[in-house]
């Protein structure tokens, strides 16, 4: 069976991995192929086409491809907060609570989930948009060092670790907005497969979710750091293994956010208010029966 | 000629779009791996306007790269073709900036150049020089014997002269590489507005990936297409009206 990742193998696919590497797939009469997504690759049309068996996708996508009639259904949510954040520097931009975006340079990937995160903010804080100036980011973030953008956005544990130890060595303070701490819950990377797979293979569907979720509670737990970094240095060379380590707890803050929390658990009204922001902003063609979409299998 | 190329590129984008229809409904897909009919149209309404005026925004950065790329090949191959060192310097220099892809040298124009104008001329222009200079090479480098010879003969042959003699000669052959290289100079151009740019149907485009929305894309690739046909149809009727000048004097 193919597993098509939503990106490059990184920090935030160190589960997924260690479940392959460490034989959690294979002890439950699974043969994985664990595959990395990229900006091309789209896990919702994969499997449609059936190229592959299970993926992973944004909640975003999730919600569009549904509004368009992709037979998919949602198994599990790894991200229980959005890694999505925005960077500041406190010395040089006062912010204390949503209201104070108004006015401020702020960066946006214009078609991407951060400009619906974005437009949501202002939304929620009753900023319009000409109160603000959006800020097209790319790759380059040269506009943020200058001081040009006020605001740029990241991923809390993979970027922002890159950015933050650059800005310390420069002895420049840093913070981050989170949206959902101001209120906006905006779901992130969650595992996906066909209603087609659910109906008639549900044995290989609950094997998979609890090789999966065994492979991602082990990869997390701090006893099994050592383990989880080198399955993901294996797979991800270009990553130093000091800054993979920082990665790895910041994920852990983010997927595992309260203690003893189950790994992997759905949170309907997150998606729920997903999809609100999304109707609101005109981004899917119809709306969506939410509830429909969240399967929970037990484990 | 404008009714020909436009024709064309209708039955070509009508046949793919046919094939995309095909596998939609006979492998029952959904509209979000390939849009239906009435989506597309329903796009096509909403979308035509913001990207026509995409498009042509692209196309005139094209154009312009194009010219630029022009002139650049002009140059390279007017000094490449001395025997010289410097003429040998310049066609391996040449020949080695066009051998690293662009994907990897635009980040470095980006960082240097921004992501605005400047950035994008200079990618189209890349992009499109390198078949340009090959021929311009080939032509300015070979002597036309029979006429050069007369002139040689009496003491009058300048470089300049020369560079008239062969481009005169071979004004076909320029013209055809001028008009087939016009594409690359879209490609270009589109290429490095995915990559980096904020206008363009590129950056369109990659809007519409962010989104999965395979619909857009189809109009964006439409407006391209007629774009792209108007543009080569303009410059074949240049090359043919200047052929015929060159043909009367």
């Not at chain 1, 696919?13 to 997504?37: E, I, S």
């Not at chain 1, 959006?134 to 993979?158: C, H, I, K, M, Q």
């Not at chain 2, 312009?64 to 310097?89: M, N, P, Q």
Request: a positive charge; one cysteine or more; charged letters at 20%.
């Amino acid at each position: 069976m193919n597993y098509r990742l939503k990106w490059l193998y990184n920090v935030s696919t160190v589960g997924d991995l260690y479940a392959d590497a460490q034989g959690h797939f294979a002890r439950n009469g699974l043969k994985v192929n664990v595959k990395p997504g990229g900006p091309e690759r789209d896990a919702l049309k994969e499997l449609e086409l059936g190229h592959a068996q299970f993926g992973v996708a944004s909640a975003d996508q999730v919600l569009r491809a549904a509004a368009k009639g992709a037979p998919i259904v949602v198994l599990a949510q790894l991200f229980q907060v959005n890694p999505l954040h925005w960077i500041y520097r406190p010395d040089r931009t006062a912010f204390s609570a949503g209201e104070d975006l108004k006015g401020k340079r702020i960066g946006v990937t214009f078609g991407g989930n951060d400009e619906a995160i974005l437009r949501a903010l202002l939304a929620r804080y009753g900023i319009a948009e000409t109160e603000v100036t959006l800020f097209s980011v790319r790759y380059d973030y040269t506009p943020f060092y200058e001081g040009r953008v006020d605001f740029w956005p990241l991923y809390l544990n993979a970027q922002a670790v890159i950015i933050g130890e650059k800005l310390e060595k420069a002895g420049e303070a840093y913070a981050f907005v989170s949206p959902d701490q101001l209120g906006v819950r905006f779901v992130a990377n969650s595992v996906v497969t066909t209603r087609e797979m659910v109906a008639q293979r549900p044995d290989t569907v609950k094997r998979f979710l609890k090789a999966l979720l065994e492979g991602w509670r082990d990869a997390l737990d701090p006893r099994h750091q050592e383990k989880a970094i080198r399955v993901l240095l294996e797979a991800d060379r270009e990553t130093p293994a000091a800054i993979v380590v920082k990665q790895l707890s910041v994920t852990r803050e983010l997927m595992l956010t309260r203690a003893g929390a189950e790994f992997g658990q759905i949170d309907p009204a997150a998606w729920k208010q997903t999809e609100e922001v999304m109707r609101a902003q005109n981004l899917m063609p119809a709306p969506v029966d939410v509830q429909s979409l969240l399967v929970t299998f037990q484990q | 000629m404008l009714h020909r190329r436009i024709y064309q590129f209708l039955i070509i984008y009508g046949l793919g779009l046919g094939l995309l229809l095909v596998l939609k409904y006979s492998l029952n897909l959904s509209d979000y791996v390939i849009p239906g009919p009435d989506e597309i149209g329903r796009t096509g309404r909403t979308y035509a306007g913001p990207y026509f005026l995409a498009v042509l925004n692209t196309l005139g950065v094209a154009i312009l790269g194009h010219i630029l790329s022009i002139c650049l090949a002009t140059i390279v191959a007017v000094i490449g073709r001395l025997t010289a060192w410097i003429g040998s310097f310049i066609r391996t220099a040449a020949f080695n900036i066009q051998a690293y892809p662009i994907v990897a040298v635009a980040p470095i124009i980006f960082i240097l150049l921004g992501d605005g104008l400047p950035s994008r001329l200079l990618i189209a222009a890349m992009i499109c020089y390198f078949p340009l200079l090959l021929s311009f090479i080939g032509v300015f480098s070979e002597p036309v014997r029979e006429i050069e010879h007369f002139y040689e003969s009496t003491g009058r042959l300048t470089w300049r002269l020369q560079i008239k003699i062969r481009a005169f000669e071979n004004i076909q052959k320029l013209t055809t590489v001028i008009v087939g290289s016009a594409t690359m100079a879209m490609v270009g151009t589109i290429v490095a507005e995915f990559i980096a740019a904020t206008a363009g149907i590129g950056y369109s485009i990659r809007i519409a990936l962010y989104q999965s929305d395979l619909a857009k894309i189809l109009v964006a690739l439409f407006l391209i297409g007629v774009g792209t046909s108007l543009y080569l149809v303009s410059l074949e009727w240049i090359g043919n009206a200047l052929q015929s000048r060159l043909k009367r004097a």
